[in-house]
T-cell receptor
Framework: GENVEQHPSTLSVQEGDSAVIKCTYSDSASNYFPWYKQELGKRPQLIIDIRSNVGEKKDQRIAVTLNKTAKHFSLHITETQPEDSAVYFC??????????????FGTGTRLLVSP | DGGITQSPKYLFRKEGQNVTLSCEQNLNHDAMYWYRQDPGQGLRLIYYSQIVNDFQKGDIAEGYSVSREKKESFPLTVTSAQKNPTAFYLCASLRDHRVLSTEAFFGQGTRLTVV
């Protein structure tokens, strides 16, 4: 089945710096890759996603890139702010043999942005 | 106010007891999921349900049971057979599991502690 690896597990940056979180996946059939942000004590919330027919997607300070050949995708946050501090999860979504959509998550990256 | 609600927020269980975690959604979503979140391990899939009266085991189903008698409800029972139940449990739902880019919505989670 699908396996998603995420690095680094923790990331500390200064306010205004960029942050990059990387994920790799194992199942070449996976074709949708969302990123979730989880603030302390709160539920995960979708911040950006990318489909396999797209190489890059941007939304203001956040961008995601996908390399299908290498089976890896990355989250890029520019001009980081203290409110970006949270745990970020990547995920890969594909279909099971019964046609069910299964979402497999990475282990999470704790991002700390210092003022 | 549409959403997905989990209760209780905190739950304490004595060893040997079964406990049931509630998950209710008023989003009219077909698919519902239960995940377990442990530090450093991301979100792992326990059970999922595509439709009423149907559910399937996820990656770590041992010691857990579910039911899906109503579209809006997907309760999770943590049985005494679950050897290490202390964790944060998240319920999620999808409008249409056949559409790959559908956003997954999460509940706020239940923190279960064995005492």
């Amino acid at each position: 089945g699908e396996n998603v690896e995420q690095h680094p597990s923790t990331l500390s940056v200064q306010e205004g710096d960029s942050a990059v979180i990387k994920c790799t996946y194992s199942d070449s059939a996976s074709n949708y890759f969302p990123w979730y942000k989880q603030e302390l004590g709160k539920r995960p919330q979708l911040i950006i996603d990318i489909r396999s027919n797209v190489g890059e997607k941007k939304d203001q300070r956040i961008a995601v890139t996908l390399n299908k050949t290498a089976k890896h995708f990355s989250l890029h946050i520019t001009e980081t702010q203290p409110e970006d501090s949270a745990v970020y999860f990547c995920a890969a979504r594909g279909l099971t043999n019964t046609g069910f959509q299964k979402l497999v998550f990475g282990t999470g990256t704790r991002l700390l942005v210092s003022p | 106010d549409g959403g997905i609600t989990q209760s209780p927020k905190y739950l304490f269980r004595k060893e040997g007891q079964n406990v049931t975690l509630s998950c209710e959604q008023n989003l009219n979503h077909d698919a519902m999921y239960w995940y377990r979140q442990d530090p450093g391990q991301g979100l792992r899939l326990i059970y999922y349900s595509q439709i009423v009266n149907d559910f399937q085991k996820g990656d770590i189903a041992e010691g857990y049971s579910v039911s899906r008698e109503k579209k809006e409800s997907f309760p999770l029972t943590v049985t005494s057979a679950q050897k290490n139940p202390t964790a944060f449990y998240l319920c999620a739902s999808l409008r249409d599991h056949r559409v790959l880019s559908t956003e997954a919505f999460f509940g706020q989670g239940t923190r279960l502690t064995v005492v």
